[in-house]
């Protein structure tokens, strides 16, 4: 595939004629403080399609988490629209708990609560929405197995290492089987040989879970490994520079990461994001 | 395990020390009995006091304002806390008040709480409740106000109602700074009742401090502030295990080494 192929300017561009999971209609976001207002996020429309993987990457300030929390319903769109699945997130009485219950969300830190045990926390979504507590004990089992951390169930979340509460974190995002996974910069605060695992792993979990993933990053090589496509952002204020489709079969192995094609991906990048600088 | 096994040795030996000097001191220079007992004379008169029958009943006068006030000082400390730690304006409106009734020496308020409640129980568990209160309140109020902003994320996307906030996010995050102000309060609660004693009636320990030194006995005075001490000091570890019992997963009740996985 060609360079122009796999690479189109955002702006501009018609929205993608596909079944959107989620739509940004001119979506804008202002933050208000003391010394004025902030445009953290230009003007953007974007769509994402059902199952698709995307990876939100750019440089610090570059809009890429403001956008990911308004579309957590964390924050309210100074303009424009978020559409889940066809809902609309902000209604007249606030947020619209149908669209906002189709997201799990995984945050840089777990934030899993200290009160709770790995499997109650990670039963907390279905205690919330008022399933029974045996169905959602064997649920949270099911997910500790399916993030790789079968045997720690019962024990508080200050006992497990950073990885491991990350996966149980991820394990909550997915306990109320939502249709899309926000995850910002979920290994971020990680050393690198758990991250590389971690990435491969949550690979393994969205083929298995097969739902629409929103994932925030600043490591170009990350995006890459994981991405169906990648938004660059450009910071100053916060817009979408560019989008790049990332071609390779799944499942990705980590042999990819000495492929030449993923490494011409990663340079081309790499010289987007070093004009910014 | 080895810290637990140590201070069943270090606690005694420095206790025996303490008792060592005060008796080498006592009997070395020639302090009359009236001033500073030795310690076997204040063992003595601690036998004598435990096996005096209206001894319990004084402890239990005590024990009752202490805990009476300490109840009344959680209750209202907590719900007014909680108010104001969830209510920015009217914390920082009610707050020189609040602090007013701190700074003011309650201690010397208590003859007139003695005027206004009597010589019985009532003005002492009033004194023990306004001392307690104080510790309680602003830990609340610092509990509540300091829930992790990204906790408070974790329940919007998961769509929690306010009740739901409370129960899984609010209240147990706000617990171990309640359980620390608690354990200053039940302190302060039994000064309270003391001092109240002290000053007016016929009964509680603080009372029977009084008449002994009223009597001059003054290794019976130090037998009843032993008592007052392991009384304290019972309460005390009655708040701790109830934060074992509430907040086992706390960084001050557990000390587990963490996994590394």
Same mark, same amino acid.
């Given at each position: 595939?060609?360079?122009?192929?796999? *690479?189109?300017?955002?702006?501009?561009?018609?929205?993608?004629?596909?079944?959107?999971?989620?739509?940004?209609?001119?979506?804008?976001?202002?933050?208000?403080?003391?010394?004025?207002?902030? &445009?953290?996020?230009?003007?953007?429309?974007? *769509?994402?399609?059902?199952?698709?993987?995307?990876?939100?990457?750019? /440089?610090?300030?570059?809009?890429?988490?403001?956008?990911?929390?308004?579309?957590?319903?964390?924050?309210?769109?100074?303009?424009?629209?978020?559409?889940?699945?066809?809902?609309?997130?902000?209604?007249?009485?606030?947020?619209?708990?149908?669209?906002?219950?189709?997201?799990?969300?995984?945050?840089?830190?777990?934030?899993?609560?200290?009160?709770?045990?790995?499997?109650?926390?990670?039963?907390? /979504?279905?205690?919330?929405?008022?399933?029974?507590?045996?169905? =959602?004990?064997? =649920?949270?089992?099911?997910?500790?197995? &399916?993030?790789?951390?079968?045997?720690?169930?019962?024990?508080?979340?200050?006992?497990?290492?950073?990885?491991?509460?990350?996966?149980?974190?991820?394990?909550?995002?997915?306990?109320?089987?939502?249709?899309?996974?926000?995850?910002?910069?979920?290994?971020?605060?990680?050393?690198?040989?758990?991250?590389?695992?971690?990435?491969?792993?949550?690979?393994?979990?969205?083929?298995?879970?097969?739902?629409?993933?929103?994932?925030?990053?600043?490591?170009? /090589?990350?995006?890459?490994?994981?991405?169906? =496509?990648?938004?660059?952002?450009?910071?100053?204020?916060?817009?979408?520079?560019?989008?790049?489709?990332?071609?390779?079969?799944?499942?990705?192995?980590?042999?990819?990461?000495?492929?030449?094609?993923?490494?011409?991906?990663?340079?081309?990048?790499?010289?987007?994001?070093?004009?910014?600088? | 395990?080895?810290?637990?096994? +140590?201070?069943?040795?270090?606690?005694?030996?420095?206790?025996?020390?303490?008792?060592?000097?005060?008796?080498?001191?006592?009997?070395?220079?020639?302090?009359?009995?009236?001033?500073?007992?030795?310690?076997? !004379?204040?063992?003595?008169?601690?036998?004598?006091?435990?096996?005096?029958? +209206?001894?319990?009943?004084?402890?239990?006068?005590?024990?009752?304002?202490?805990?009476?006030?300490?109840?009344?000082?959680?209750?209202?400390?907590? %719900?007014? #806390?909680?108010?104001?730690?969830?209510?920015?304006?009217?914390?920082?409106?009610?707050?020189?008040?609040?602090?007013?009734?701190?700074?003011?020496?309650?201690?010397?308020?208590?003859?007139?709480?003695?005027?206004?409640?009597?010589?019985?129980?009532?003005?002492?568990?009033?004194?023990?409740?306004?001392?307690?209160?104080?510790?309680?309140?602003?830990?609340?109020?610092?509990?509540?106000?300091?829930?992790?902003?990204?906790?408070?994320?974790?329940?919007?996307?998961?769509? !929690?109602?306010?009740?739901?906030?409370?129960?899984? @996010?609010?209240?147990? +995050?706000?617990?171990?700074?309640? @359980?620390? #102000?608690?354990?200053? %309060?039940?302190?302060?609660?039994?000064?309270?009742?003391?001092?109240?004693?002290?000053?007016?009636?016929?009964?509680?320990?603080?009372?029977?401090?009084?008449?002994?030194?009223?009597?001059?006995?003054?290794?019976?005075?130090?037998?009843?502030?032993?008592?007052?001490?392991?009384?304290?000091?019972?309460?005390?570890?009655?708040?701790? @295990?109830?934060?074992?019992? @509430?907040?086992?997963?706390?960084? +001050?009740?557990?000390?587990?080494?963490?996994?590394?996985?």
């Amino acid at each position: 595939m060609s360079p122009d192929a796999s *690479t189109q300017l955002a702006r501009g561009e018609q929205p993608v004629k596909v079944e959107g999971k989620i739509c940004l209609h001119e979506l804008a976001i202002r933050y208000h403080t003391q010394s004025g207002s902030v &445009l953290a996020l230009d003007t953007t429309d974007l *769509t994402f399609g059902t199952g698709e993987f995307v990876v939100l990457l750019g /440089p610090s300030g570059c809009g890429k988490t403001t956008l990911l929390r308004a579309v957590a319903g964390l924050l309210e769109p100074s303009s424009g629209s978020v559409d889940i699945a066809g809902r609309s997130l902000w209604g007249p009485s606030g947020r619209d708990s149908t669209a906002i219950s189709k997201l799990g969300v995984v945050f840089q830190d777990a934030l899993l609560f200290p009160w709770y045990s790995i499997e109650t926390n990670v039963a907390l /979504p279905m205690k919330l929405v008022g399933m029974s507590k045996p169905d =959602r004990l064997k =649920r949270a089992r099911e997910l500790c197995a &399916l993030v790789g951390i079968a045997g720690f169930e019962r024990v508080w979340p200050r006992q497990l290492s950073g990885g491991m509460r990350q996966r149980a974190a991820i394990a909550r995002a997915l306990a109320a089987d939502p249709e899309i996974l926000l995850m910002d910069e979920p290994f971020g605060a990680l050393d690198a040989m758990t991250r590389d695992q971690l990435n491969l792993e949550l690979q393994r979990i969205w083929m298995h879970t097969r739902s629409t993933v929103l994932f925030v990053t600043h490591s170009i /090589p990350e995006a890459v490994f994981l991405a169906d =496509r990648i938004v660059l952002f450009s910071p100053r204020p916060g817009r979408v520079h560019s989008i790049v489709n990332v071609p390779f079969a799944r499942p990705r192995a980590p042999s990819l990461n000495d492929d030449a094609e993923f490494h011409r991906i990663v340079r081309d990048l790499r010289s987007r994001l070093e004009q910014f600088a | 395990m080895s810290r637990i096994r +140590s201070t069943w040795v270090t606690t005694p030996l420095i206790l025996a020390l303490f008792l060592g000097l005060w008796h080498w001191y006592v009997t070395a220079f020639n302090v009359s009995r009236f001033i500073v007992p030795p310690p076997a !004379a204040v063992a003595e008169s601690f036998i004598d006091l435990l096996s005096t029958p +209206s001894t319990f009943r004084h402890t239990w006068i005590t024990l009752y304002e202490t805990l009476a006030g300490f109840v009344i000082a959680c209750v209202v400390g907590v %719900g007014l #806390g909680a108010v104001l730690g969830k209510t920015p304006w009217l914390e920082k409106a009610l707050n020189p008040f609040i602090v007013a009734t701190q700074v003011v020496p309650k201690v010397a308020l208590v003859p007139l709480f003695i005027l206004w409640f009597g010589f019985g129980p009532e003005a002492k568990i009033v004194v023990a409740a306004v001392l307690a209160f104080f510790p309680i309140l602003t830990n609340t109020v610092l509990g509540v106000k300091s829930v992790d902003l990204g906790h408070r994320d974790v329940m919007t996307v998961m769509n !929690a109602n306010r009740w739901q906030r409370f129960v899984c @996010l609010e209240l147990p +995050s706000a617990l171990p700074a309640i @359980l620390a #102000g608690m354990e200053v %309060g039940v302190v302060l609660a039994i000064i309270g009742a003391v001092v109240g004693e002290y000053l007016g009636g016929s009964s509680g320990l603080g009372h029977l401090a009084v008449a002994a030194l009223n009597d001059y006995k003054v290794g019976a005075m130090f037998a009843v502030i032993l008592l007052l001490t392991l009384l304290g000091f019972a309460l005390y570890v009655c708040v701790g @295990l109830l934060k074992k019992v @509430l907040i086992p997963w706390h960084e +001050s009740v557990v000390d587990t080494v963490r996994t590394t996985v």
